[in-house]
Each structure stands twice: as structure tokens, then as C-alpha cells.
């Protein structure tokens, strides 16, 4: 490999490393936050991808008598057994069955404590600019009180949520 292709090869690896960095004018726009995008009737809501084990297909949810309105049940994730939550609920939306888009979210509270989400639909992946974001006031009550912060990106509406706040009294 000579020196000028090495070179082009450390140029495209450092622009794909800024690439979810550039705002739409191809500008450095400062730190990001990667998230994981998805949607409950027709909002986005973001989570940051450090808090997300997987996603999945919704398959068989084993209900759990006597479990909180919002537990739709458990599953099982390679011999690791699972709530699964109804974020619909959750944040004050009717709820609706499970569809070919549905997903659930695996996430990791701590070492020891995962929690699956179910959600309409998955998205993307984004890298969000942390300059986009509003920060929620902490004095919310109910359901506003799980989210971070709101962006304006990119012509969306992304809420982002704040899994710790969400599941807090959940794993004691």
C-alpha cells in the first residue's frame, strides 16, 4: 500500500468517525449522543444506546398474575428472564396489540437488572448533537418526569428518555 493511499485511508476513517458529528452543512457540531430511536403513535423518543443490550421481535409474552398494570409479562432472552413493559402505558397512551413492527427494547439498568420496553416500532440509530437538546425541567410529574430532554433534528421531534428515572423503584 503506498504512502498517498494510506493517507486517503486514514482521511475517509477519520471522516467516517465525525460523519454522525456534522450538521447539515458538514460543520463539526460538537459532542453527540448516539440514541436508538423509536416510536409510540406518531412521536420519536430516543434512548442512548449505552443503556440498550438488543432489540427484538416480539414473540410469546408470558403473562405474570398480580404484576404491575404496566408489566405486560416476561420473556425469556437466552435463559435470562425478562419484564417486559408497556411503554404505551407507561407514558399515558392507549394501549394496542403487538404488530409486525412492534419491537421490544433490552434494556440494561445496571449489571444485574434488564428490563424490555415494548415499542411501536424501532427507527435507526442517530448521533444527536448534546447542543440540540432542551433539558426537561425535574419537577415534572408522571410520565415527564422519565424524559431527559427534547431535540429539534433534522426536521424531528426526538424525545429523549431517561431509563434510570423510568425504572428507578424497579430495581431496588
Request: hydrophobic fraction near 40%.
Amino acid at each position: 500500500m503506498s504512502v498517498a493511499t494510506k493517507s486517503a485511508t486514514a482521511d475517509s476513517t477519520s471522516n467516517l468517525a465525525l460523519d454522525g458529528m456534522l450538521d447539515e452543512e458538514g460543520q463539526y457540531s460538537g459532542p453527540s449522543v448516539r440514541c436508538v430511536l423509536f416510536e409510540l403513535d406518531d412521536e420519536v423518543y430516543g434512548i442512548n444506546v449505552k443503556k440498550i443490550r438488543e432489540v427484538l421481535r416480539v414473540g410469546h409474552i408470558r403473562q405474570v398474575q398480580g404484576a404491575d398494570p404496566t408489566v405486560l409479562g416476561v420473556i425469556n432472552v437466552r435463559g435470562v428472564i425478562v419484564s417486559v413493559i408497556d411503554t404505551r402505558m407507561t407514558y399515558g397512551l392507549n394501549t394496542k396489540q403487538p404488530d409486525d413492527l412492534s419491537r421490544i427494547i433490552i434494556v440494561e439498568l445496571d449489571e444485574d437488572n434488564i428490563v424490555g420496553m415494548l415499542v411501536d416500532s424501532v427507527m435507526e440509530v442517530k448521533d444527536i448533537p448534546e447542543k440540540q437538546f432542551e433539558p426537561m425541567s425535574s419537577t415534572k410529574e408522571n410520565a415527564s418526569r422519565y424524559l431527559q430532554g427534547i431535540a429539534h433534528y433534522q426536521g424531528d421531534v426526538i424525545i429523549l428518555i431517561d431509563v434510570d428515572s423510568m425504572f428507578a423503584g424497579a430495581v431496588e
